[in-house]
């Protein structure tokens, strides 16, 4: 045969190819149409419902319908014998099953997976893309983060950190903002409804409103009104509630940043992640402590208690505290005096015992033992934790301690020990 005849039998071959495919599209043409809006779109794509940074689906696409295929295959997430079980399509039907996705999700997410699947099926089909060498490591198009920050950089574990740094300890403003709190009709009839910011269901309906308010600021945490009006950095019509670098402003400014973190894309590498350090439960109580009679120097200074158990069995004092609280002296009325927060290891016996909102000490052995930052360290230092320098003394309690605000422990200060 000639190279005539040849290259007609093959136009020929071609012909018949597509036309026994009977007008079915070709992979170029359903990526042009279908792959390419997804790709050129301004709008973020469905993964955003769970993953706040580090990944999108554009990420996975580039130009060229040949290159991203291959892309996709070399990456594993293809599935050339059962296209329809290819791993980038369970990524993108990952929020299919998510209680109260959103509408305006399922149907960007429905586009996806039609898009795709079509797409994929029909590149599948296709013996040469089937069969092409392997593309450059370099050319594989990817997301820039890494899986460990893709895991971390999503919305439940925005969650999970709020429940343990600022849920947990809700209840120094549960009585003004919560819609059970006792002084909450009234002050809302004076403030207006957006004093209401806990919210009834729950700790994640609490932070979804809370990211949407004004409350939180992703640009500057350390401004967002959660930690600035009860600090009375910004007036704050309750008053202060709250000194830089105490146990709540730790746990509320550490959910913070994170989140601000998060939402800016600022972790690299798995290196940078917070470290997973177990905090412990904490629950409300009704045992109160007074210290009396306070010198002159700690007036409106941070003060600590932290209360531990005597441990039978190692014949010594707990290492960790089971209660604790720390605020400002009252300087004009020379004391001190609050309820304690319980405090657990997580899945611990107490842990079980403190379940419900309130819990209470048994009977025991216990020692308080008392720090006042004298030197206004933890105003310099949120992070810092009092110690040596900061330690005034502690005392020994047996027995039940009392609860309800009229039965207090009372400590004379003078009686502290050191
Ligand atoms: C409904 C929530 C949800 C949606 C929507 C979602 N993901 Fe995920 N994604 C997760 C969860 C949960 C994990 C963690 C899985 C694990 O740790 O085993 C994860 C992990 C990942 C990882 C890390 C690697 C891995 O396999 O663990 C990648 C990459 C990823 N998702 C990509 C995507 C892409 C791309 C989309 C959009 C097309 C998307 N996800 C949509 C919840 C979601
Ligand atoms: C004794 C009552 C009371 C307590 C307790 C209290 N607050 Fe407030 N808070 C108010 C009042 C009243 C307002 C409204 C006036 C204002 O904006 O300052 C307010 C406003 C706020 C606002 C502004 C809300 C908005 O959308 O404008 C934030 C944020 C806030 N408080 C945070 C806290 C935090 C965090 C705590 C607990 C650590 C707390 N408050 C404890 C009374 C209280």
Not at 217 to 241: E, F, I
């Amino acid at each position: 045969m000639s190279v005539r005849i040849l290259a007609a039998f093959a136009a020929f071959a071609a012909l018949v190819g597509a036309a026994s495919a009977a007008g079915d599209p070709k992979p170029a043409e359903i990526f042009e149409k279908r792959i390419m809006p997804i790709f050129k779109s301004p709008n973020p794509s469905s993964c955003t419902q769970c993953h706040l940074a580090g990944v999108d689906l554009k990420n996975y696409i580039l130009p060229s319908h040949e290159k991203t295929f291959l892309s996709l295959r070399d990456q594993g997430l293809i599935d050339l014998d059962k296209p329809e079980d290819s791993k980038i399509l369970r990524l993108i039907n990952m929020g299919e099953s998510t209680k109260g996705a959103q509408l305006i999700n399922e149907k960007v997410r429905k586009l996806e997976v039609e898009a795709f699947t079509e797409w994929i099926k029909a590149s599948c089909a296709d013996p040469a893309l089937r069969s092409a060498p392997k593309l450059a490591a370099a050319d594989l198009a990817q997301p820039k983060r890494p899986n460990e920050v893709i895991r971390h950089a999503r919305i439940d574990k925005v969650v999970e950190s709020f429940e343990k740094n600022v849920w947990s300890q809700r209840f120094r403003c549960f009585g003004c903002h919560s819609p059970e709190g006792s002084q909450n009709a009234k002050l809302a009839k004076e403030n207006g409804e957006e004093m209401t910011w806990i919210r009834r269901e729950g700790a994640e309906a609490t932070m979804n409103y809370l990211l949407t308010s004004r409350i939180v600021n992703p640009k500057a945490p350390d401004k967002s009104l959660l930690v600035a009006k009860p600090t009375n950095q910004v007036k704050h019509g309750g008053g202060q509630k709250m000194i830089v670098g105490d146990m709540a402003y730790k746990g509320f400014r550490a959910w913070l940043e994170e989140y601000a973190k998060t939402v800016n894309d600022k972790y690299a590498s798995a290196n940078d992640l917070p470290k997973e350090t177990p905090r412990p439960l904490t629950c409300g109580s009704e045992h109160w402590v007074k210290i009396a009679n306070t010198p002159p120097a700690w007036a409106d200074r941070l003060l600590q208690v932290t209360v531990f158990a005597w441990d039978a069995q190692k014949k010594a004092w707990e290492t960790e505290p089971c209660a604790m609280n720390d605020r400002p002296v009252f300087g004009k009325g020379k004391l001190w005096q609050h309820d304690l927060v319980l405090l657990a290891a997580p899945d611990s016996p107490r842990a079980q015992a403190f379940r419900g909102n309130k819990a209470s000490l048994p009977a025991g052995r216990y020692l308080v033992r008392v720090h006042v930052d004298l030197q206004g360290r933890l105003a310099a230092d949120w992070k810092a934790a009092l110690g040596k320098a900061e330690y005034v003394g502690e005392k020994e309690i047996e027995g039940r301690l009392p609860e309800g605000y009229g039965s207090m422990t009372v400590i004379e200060a003078g009686s502290l020990k050191r």
